[in-house]
């Protein structure tokens, strides 16, 4: 069983997206949206989402070019990152908008244990994630729906401190991201 002990509820993913992924995603995933729904771990930094809505709103802006070309979004970060499942590679991979650049993160298990087990320290170590608690205590935690972006981003050459955060809607901040730097192939 998935242990994500603090797991902070946001909503419940509707059982008929959870049918319509089954076989799809690894079974944590699935399991994740039936016991847990959608909502925050990892320190609030990790947000799972409904892949539906990213997949229908995103379409051809996750950059999947390799492979058989199905990446399932099932996550995202508090600093706008997209986490994908890739059935064709058996793996979750990340990608990360502010850096340009994607990231492999093994096996879902494997992931969700590492996190459970280091926690910030996996999290920096997989996600570069270290501004994020520092913008939490300046700002206060971004909303569910929202997250820490850069302004300008990093890749298109802004400081990147955490002084440059702001709060912004997660998904029209990744279709931005996108449109203005392209999409990450991977």
Same mark, same amino acid.
Not at 83 to 94: F, H
Not at 127 to 147: H, I, K, T, Y
Not at 176 to 182: F, P
């Given at each position: ?12 993913? =509707? +059982?008929? #997206?959870? %049918? @319509?992924?089954? !076989? ?5 995933? *699935? ?18 989402? =409904? +892949?539906? #809505?990213? %997949? @229908?709103?995103? !379409? ?5 070019? *390799? ?19 890739? +059935? ?99």
């Amino acid at each position: 069983m998935v242990e994500l002990a603090d797991f902070i509820p946001h909503a419940p993913v =509707d +059982p008929e #997206v959870i %049918e @319509a992924y089954r !076989g799809r995603v690894p079974a944590e995933i *699935q399991e994740i949206w039936e016991s847990y729904g959608q909502g925050t771990f990892g320190e609030g930094f990790l947000r799972v989402i =409904d +892949p539906a #809505v990213y %997949e @229908a709103e995103l !379409g051809d802006r996750v950059g999947k070019t *390799q492979g058989d070309g199905v990446a399932i979004p099932v996550m995202v970060t508090g600093l706008g990152d997209l986490i994908l499942w890739e +059935p064709g590679i058996d793996s979750l991979v990340a990608l990360i908008f502010r850096e340009n650049r994607g990231v492999g993160l093994g096996k879902a298990a494997t992931f969700l244990t590492l996190t459970r087990a280091a926690g910030a320290k996996h999290l920096s170590r997989t996600l570069n994630w270290d501004v994020f608690p520092d913008a939490v205590a300046q700002q206060g935690a971004p909303a569910f729906d929202d997250s820490f972006i850069f302004v300008p981003l990093p890749s298109l050459g802004g400081p990147g401190t955490v002084d440059t955060l702001h709060k912004r809607q997660t998904l029209t901040a990744i279709q931005l991201m996108v449109d203005m730097q392209g999409p990450i192939g991977h």
